[in-house]
């Protein structure tokens, strides 16, 4: 991989493309989503070593330790730095429900060309739910899942599901075949149709979708995508960099002052005072002698189970 060129009269000379071997392997490669979903990468620009050469721009070519590489890079992620990663882009070609197509275009920091039913006969495909996959609302959290439903239950949803689909692809081919505008015919498709786009983002922006999709908190389906974008596709373009992003993005935490506070009561071993702080700042708020649900606090209080630490008011009455 290199950048270098020889310039003679001031003008470029065999400039080569950056390229990573193990990348060039998966283009066009499709890969499976959901039951009828997939991603491949279309093209890319630019590697770990773009990211380097970025930051070190006054230093020309810079070192070629690749120990030292990784420390810059781990220290650009560390300390948010995020213009170099902007100097990698990649290309991909999606096919993906219109309701997970739906949150996905919402991260606005991208080139997007969607397939249009305007122009085009929509994709005869919806994404379907197999019973033993309907999930139930979750009780903490208003936009999210949790549990499985019975299998029972499930075998009956998705039967309806089936019939909804293959009725409302009927009316719509239906009013497609006595002349119904396309624009208009297509209004009561279900939001499971499936759709296809092309998305083109630089890595920093992509970094940034990954950490809020690839969340165990994400919806299941979307999740599934960033899933294979980053284990699968960012972890071979950029390895340096999907290192450093699992390091300081995907498994690390941060305090705020307040759970700093309490932090440092615990372990300290001031359980008394960790409490007092907590109650200080509204966090045990209590109705008929029960904690008040409080988000924050059941956020601090997960940090403390991944670290292995104790909950101070948990036995409280």
Known sequence: ?????????????????????????????????LDDGFIRVIDYMGSDESIVKAARVSYGQGTKIVHEDRGLIRYLMRHGHTTPFEMCEMEFHIRAPMDCWRQWIRHRTANVNEYSTRY???????????PDQWRKQSAANRQGSSTFLDSQTGQTLSEKEQKLHEFSRMV?????????????????????TYTEAYWKIDLHNLLHFLSLRMDSYAQLEIRSYANIIGREIVRKWCPLTWEAFLEYRMNSMT??????????????????????????FGWLDRVDRKLKLNRERAEFEYKLKQLGLPIPWEDSA
Request: hydrophobic share 40%.
């Open 1 to 33: 991989m290199s950048h270098e060129k020889s310039s003679v009269n001031g003008q470029a000379q065999g400039l080569k493309r950056v390229k990573v071997a193990e990348l060039d392997q998966i283009l066009g490669v499709v890969f499976k989503v």
């Open 120 to 130: 085009s006969i929509a994709i005869d495909a919806t994404q379907k739910t197999r």
């Open 172 to 192: 719509y081919e239906e009013r497609l075949q006595v002349d119904v505008a396309r624009e208009q015919a297509r209004k009561d498709l279900p939001l499971s």
């Open 255 to 280: 305090l705020s002052s307040i759970e700093c506070n309490v932090l440092k009561a615990i372990i300290s071993g001031d359980s008394q005072n960790a409490e007092k702080i907590a109650k200080e």
